[in-house]
């Protein structure tokens, strides 16, 4: 987690307001991730696919 990150955690513990990101928030964050490391292996394009639930 990068600082600027882990302030608004604080901030956000500290202020008991609600957390701006969810699970499926991070679950983009892991598969945008691996579809771009997957491009530059393959050294095309990919297609981002919806995530639900």
Known sequence: ???P???L????V???EPWRWDLLA???GVQLGELGL???AEGRRLDV???SL
Do not use: I, K, N, Q
């Open 38 to 40: 997957r491009s530059s």
């Open 9 to 12: 955690f604080l901030r956000h």
């Open 1 to 3: 987690m990068s600082w």
């Open 5 to 7: 990150t882990r302030t």
């Open 26 to 28: 991070g679950a983009r």
């Open 14 to 16: 500290a202020l008991d």
């Open 49 to 51: 696919p919806e995530l």
